[in-house]
């Protein structure tokens, strides 16, 4: 039997051991954003009974020599739950439970690595405005090696862009079951998903996510991400966020975000949509560094000014604009109110930091 065709030994068939009894007992799954500020990790233990709230939740840690956040001699990294999800993989009371990270130093000190944590005490500041969230999250399907894309061609490329968009059809649509599992265990998971589409380069996809509170935007993608990788591994497929994973003529991946706060939808909030697009102008480059975990370095192969997108060197916006930094939907311009879209942060940025920056800039002025 050739090795690259082995899964896990059960061949795509469902474990029999996971239909045992686990009595009064709960699994916990610990996630937390690791070194790389892009990949989760995440590890089990058992809860002798199921919590009320996250408060009930015990603190953990982890080696986080092995996650790149800290060294072989002071290695343990504390981890506070912040938030509970229903895991859709074990089923019944078993959780999954999103994480901050602290220490090395103490519970008072957030690791430099914990984005969350600063993200959290801005969304607390700017808590009056209410801001609203909802993020279009961008992917791409490759092969278990992450080596080619998923169903492309062994040797050459698919047809050019074009019918593949909202497509149907096994000569247009990979991995559709991926994406049907993926909507279908986050609705389970209480993960705020609003909805999903096939994308514009073949067996990439995008789902969306919101609208979501001030903090709990950055809990709920990060959590829709390790359930998606989480489903991939069951069809040995790799998720791949890479905003440009295939160079040349075909279009990149984002992570298009979505503001509105308690102003902007009330009636004439059309004008604050424009105050908050004339505050994030000059700050231009402070967001695009903020747009991916390489400050910016990532989004440099995405955003060229191709693509529906706007050259990460220039900031512009417009109605309906899907080339521009900034767009407006149309019928937020006929309505008056709304909400506005940035279309810069890439496929693979931190929500809490993306969030965190839009905030500082349009509500707190920073």
């Not at 430099?112 to 801001?131: F, G, I, Q, W, Y």
């Not at 991946?253 to 000059?282: D, F, Q, V, W």
Request: aromatic share 10%; hydrophobic share 30%.
């Amino acid at each position: 039997m050739v090795f690259d065709n082995l899964m896990d030994g059960l061949n795509g068939r469902p474990n029999p051991f996971m239909k045992l009894d686990q009595g009064d007992k709960v699994q916990a799954y610990y996630i937390w954003v690791d070194g790389s500020l892009e990949n989760i990790r995440g590890k089990t233990r058992t809860l002798d009974s199921v919590p009320d709230s996250v408060d009930d939740l015990p603190w953990w840690n982890f080696d986080g020599s092995s996650t790149n956040q800290s060294t072989g001699e002071n290695s343990d990294v504390l981890i506070k739950p912040v938030s509970i999800f229903r895991d859709p993989f074990r089923g019944g009371n078993n959780i999954i439970v999103m994480c901050e990270t602290y220490g090395p130093e103490g519970e008072g000190d957030p690791h430099p690595t914990n984005s969350r944590h600063e993200c959290a005490e801005n969304m607390e500041k700017a808590a009056d405005l209410v801001p609203w969230f909802g993020i279009e999250q961008e992917y791409t399907l490759f092969d278990s090696h992450n080596q080619q894309v998923y169903c492309w061609p062994q040797h050459g490329f698919p047809g050019p862009q074009g019918p593949y968009y909202c497509g149907v059809g096994a000569d247009k649509v990979k991995g559709r079951k991926i994406v049907e599992a993926h909507y279908r265990a986050c609705m389970y998971a209480d993960i705020k998903i609003a909805g999903s589409n096939a994308e514009v380069m073949p067996s990439q996809w995008e789902y969306q996510v919101g609208p979501c509170l001030g903090i709990e935007m950055g809990d709920h993608l990060w959590v829709s991400r390790w359930i998606l990788q989480r489903i991939a591994e069951e069809f040995n497929v790799v998720i791949s966020f890479d905003p440009k994973p295939i160079p040349g003529d075909w279009n990149g991946a984002g992570c298009h975000t979505n503001i509105s706060t308690l102003p902007m939808r009330e009636e004439g909030g059309l004008a604050k949509i424009y105050e908050a697009i004339e505050l994030m102008e000059p700050r231009h480059e402070e967001h695009i560094c903020s747009y991916d975990p390489s400050g910016g370095e990532d989004n440099k192969r995405r955003l060229t000014g191709l693509h529906e997108t706007a050259s990460i060197h220039k900031f512009n916006y417009g109605v309906a604009h899907r080339g521009a930094s900034i767009r407006i939907p149309r019928q937020v311009a006929a309505d008056g109110h709304g909400y506005f879209e940035d279309r810069r942060p890439s496929s693979n940025a931190d929500p809490y930091v993306v969030t965190n920056r839009i905030v500082r800039t349009i509500c707190l002025d920073e």
